[in-house]
């Protein structure tokens, strides 16, 4: 029975025990409210651990393999330096040939061997597919998947997706492999019980046991960050491994740790199957990955900027900027507007955005759901393709300074600002087309500085209104201290980016 496997019965009677003397020695107040028609509501206990996890990993461990890659070295293998030139003839040349001469038989006779690499994965299908992260196999010249009795298979690579790390191999087994199933991470709580079977440091067919220690972390490492943190120890080679439930479901795929020494030290994170399921059926099917695309760039809603936008409460995303003839524009979203809900589904957070919008289906048209000027619209949008991704470099350059004999010139909370001129254009190197108020300098330690605010920026708007000089900008500034706010929204070009920036008014 499962009772006779509790290892700790005499505590949880003492623990009853001590539970009924506390109940004597209560407040009479306390003591006469619970004698009344309705009986007092049980304290809230923790649910026991299992009592062991080995069901869990007798039917699951033949789904999880173990992945290893090779690749050749760069370049073919190392090269010899050139040997220095030497008078023909000289005792010199002679040495340094027959030291290459050595070098070159020691490496014959040792061949070098291709860089080595360990991973894991699991099987979702008993045909040979093999879920794992891409960055074990992103740059692999030879695939290989180890079952768990040993079996060594050669791997093809169906597919990849490198905004969400995740890879899918093909393998062809002589007969139907274990396959695992996937589960629903939505449903995970914070304090579930999870299990990790991986591959460790290269030792193969390792469990670990932990619980879901928060949800939705964001860990800089892509567009689509929404990792599932754990305590179960997770070390290097766990990577592309199955995060599971209770049930024996995949509700995340291990793909990387905080660890300052390299080892685990409790902080591991997953990818929820939420998010990685549609990008493994998509691979499946098409070997690539499409995205739904809206064409706005968004940021995120504080409390400050939802307080100058008349928003009750800081949810949703900020349009900073609307791709010209995008989705977006076509539909008629603006920039200032704050998007709270999209395809059906409610958008809490800036992050929230860019997943809802790549998971709609490529040609669907969406209900969106903005706010704008306090006043909630709807509108409709079809979602377009978002196409691969352009890389723009920025050449870099020192601060540039202050030029002398700008034009009048106006300062206003640690700002100094001035209308743009071709002079300051070329100073700050700024489009021809830059439309706004230049800042030329910002004071240290004032409050623009302390919101971010740079030599060059432009600013465009001051509580939602164009500015083109800087008496537009100063004159914003009174009318909300005159209002009584206590910060005024700008909208800032910086280097191209734009952002929303609430600066307060209340001092300068």
Known sequence: MLLSRDPLPRLRRLALACALAGAAALPLGTAAAQTGDQPAAAPMMPKAPPPTFAPLARTQLDTVVNISTTQPPPGGGPRMPDAPQFPRGSPFEEFFREFRDRQQQQQQQQPQRPPTALGSGFVIDPTGYVVTNNHVVGEAAEIHVILHDGTRLDAKLVGSDPLTDLALLKVEPKQPLAATRWGDSEKVEVGDWVVAIGNPFG?????????????????????????????????RGNSGGPLYNLEGEVIGINTAIYSPTGGSVGIGFAIPSALARPVIEQLKDHGEVKRGWLGVQVQRVTQDIADNLGVQEPRGALVTSVTPGGPAEKAGIRQGDVIVHFAGKDIKSMRELPRVVANTPIGREADVALLREGQQKSLKVTVGELQAERLMAAAGSSEPRPPAATGRTEKILGLTLAPLTPALRETFELDADAQGVVVTDVAEGSVASNRGLDPGDIILEVGQEPVVRPEDVISRIRQAREQGRKTVLMLISHQGDLRYVPVPVDQG
């Open 203 to 235: 030792l193969g067919g390792s469990v670990t046991a932990g619980i879901l220690s928060a949800r939705a972390r964001d860990i800089q490492q892509g567009p689509y960050d929404e990792f599932l943190q754990t305590d179960a120890s997770i070390n």
